[in-house]
């Protein structure tokens, strides 16, 4: 089996957090990626959830 010469390493917060699972219907799932989308580095649903969250509580 060859080995893969991409980088396949994910970027990780320098701390671990408490992990909060969590499920969202189709509908704001959708306007989550939407969201996404529109920004330039393309963050993972998890990312793009974590941003969003911080953004809400700093806006009061």
Not at 13 to 42: K, N
Request: aromatic share 4%.
């Amino acid at each position: 089996m060859s080995k893969s010469t991409g980088d396949n390493t994910k970027k990780r917060a320098p701390e671990t957090g408490t992990l909060v699972g969590v499920r969202f219907q189709a509908g704001p799932l959708a306007q989550i990626d939407e969201w996404r989308s529109g920004q330039g580095d393309l963050p993972s649903r998890p990312e793009a959830v974590r941003r969003l969250v911080e953004k809400a509580l700093l806006s009061g």
